[in-house]
């Protein structure tokens, strides 16, 4: 295999720079300061945001350590600052099945999210399979954990905080020493959406739901059967077994299936949206002409679909962005820390319902 040459220079080598085709000495702070005719405390000032330097210089130092190649000392930033910068994360509903959280659009988002929202404040996020046993992670350096929908008494919780390790999950861990929380009403959300339905003229509206002992799961099913109580409603709840799109369509299939006929359908359990209408058209029934349809998704096919579909937004997104925040201004010691956020859903009505 030949190199070709780089304009103005020798092959595979950057001008200013170490040799790219095999590793060199290290780029040191020192030597970025020589390249760029500045002290080394100026430069290290420019690198790490402080001092009183003009843009200009700042620009100029920062310039000349990207272009050589530059990295701190992450040993050396790690003992000043006493901290890895690591987070480590892991779902607590998916302890059976390491990694499929990434097949659903709402763990999807929530992952990475998260990662980039980390990744800005300087931490950087280990994954860690689910039902992940101490020993694979116990000798990582790791500042905190992030615990996503962990199960009723997750052993995973009860670990972390017992090796003091800072959790950071939903509101089951409200109240914990060392443990942070943000999470979505799940009682107004419920409300809302059975709200909605009635209004458009539901007045048997079934409930898809995960056979699952996360917090959120189970706040759904309490919120619902004291909705149904309050509207003189009939119960009817159909529990999804299994994870995947397969078993949630079977159990819409099920719960449109009933005698009398629901005329209403809340699904909790994640699905393809267009798999849900699916189900539905197999039964000969129309949406919304014969039954209204709320999805909880983060699938952005639910707006192209024929109709489009109703969808519960449990915004995956802004809990990344609050949940970091949190967990940074805790780990870094900053005053006034709430333990916890609680956010609101978002409703997104379309034609199916």
């Known amino acids: 295999?030949?190199?070709?040459?780089?304009?103005?220079?020798?092959?595979?080598?950057?001008p200013g720079g170490p040799a790219t085709g095999a590793a060199g000495p290290r780029v040191r702070l020192v030597d970025v300061a020589r390249e760029a005719g500045l002290s080394k405390t100026t430069v290290s000032a420019?690198?790490?945001?402080?001092?009183r330097l003009s843009p200009a210089v700042r620009e100029r130092a920062r310039e000349t350590a990207r272009r050589m190649g530059y990295r701190p000392n992450a040993t050396a930033r790690q003992l000043r600052a006493g901290r890895a910068r690591l987070i480590g994360y892991v779902v607590g509903e998916f302890a059976g099945e390491p990694w499929t959280y990434l097949d659903s659009p709402y763990f999807a988002r929530l992952t990475s999210a998260t990662a980039a929202a980390a990744l800005r404040h300087g931490y950087a996020l280990v994954m860690l399979p689910a039902g992940s046993l101490q020993r694979e992670w116990a000798e990582l350096p790791l500042d905190a954990v992030i615990v996503a929908d962990p199960v009723e008494d997750d052993p995973l919780v009860e670990d972390f905080l017992a090796a003091r390790i800072p959790v950071f999950s939903d509101a089951s861990v409200a109240d914990r020493p060392g443990a942070h929380w943000?999470?979505?009403?799940?009682?107004?959300?419920?409300?809302?959406?059975?709200?909605?339905?009635?209004e458009r003229g539901s007045r048997r509206t079934a409930l898809v739901l995960p056979d699952s002992t996360t917090r959120f799961h189970r706040e759904v099913l309490a919120a619902y059967r004291d909705w149904c109580?309050?509207?003189?409603?009939?119960?009817?709840?159909?529990?999804?077994?299994?994870?995947g799109n397969g078993p949630v369509a079977g159990a819409v299939e099920r719960a449109?299936?009933?005698?009398?006929?629901?005329?209403?359908?809340?699904?909790?359990?994640?699905?393809?949206?267009?798999l849900?209408?699916?189900a539905a058209r197999r039964l000969g029934l129309a949406v919304p002409g014969d039954v209204r349809v709320v999805c909880v998704s983060e699938?952005?096919?639910?707006?192209?679909?024929?109709?489009?579909?109703?969808?519960?937004?449990?915004?995956?997104?802004?809990i990344a962005e609050e949940g970091i925040a949190l967990l940074v201004s805790a780990l870094e010691g900053e005053g006034g820390t709430p333990p916890g956020v609680l956010l609101s859903a978002d409703l997104q009505v379309r034609a199916s319902s």
């Open 256 to 274: 449109l299936g009933a005698e009398p006929r629901p005329d209403g359908l809340f699904v909790v359990a994640e699905a393809s949206p267009p």
């Open 46 to 51: 420019a690198l790490n945001g402080t001092g």
């Open 276 to 278: 849900v209408l699916d």
């Open 299 to 318: 699938d952005s096919s639910a707006a192209y679909t024929d109709p489009p579909v109703t969808t519960l937004s449990l915004r995956p997104a802004d």
């Open 229 to 243: 109580a309050g509207h003189g409603a009939e119960e009817l709840v159909t529990l999804v077994p299994e994870i």
């Open 1 to 14: 295999m030949t190199t070709r040459e780089q304009p103005g220079g020798h092959a595979g080598k950057r």
């Open 182 to 198: 943000v999470d979505v009403d799940a009682d107004a959300a419920v409300r809302g959406s059975l709200d909605h339905l009635r």
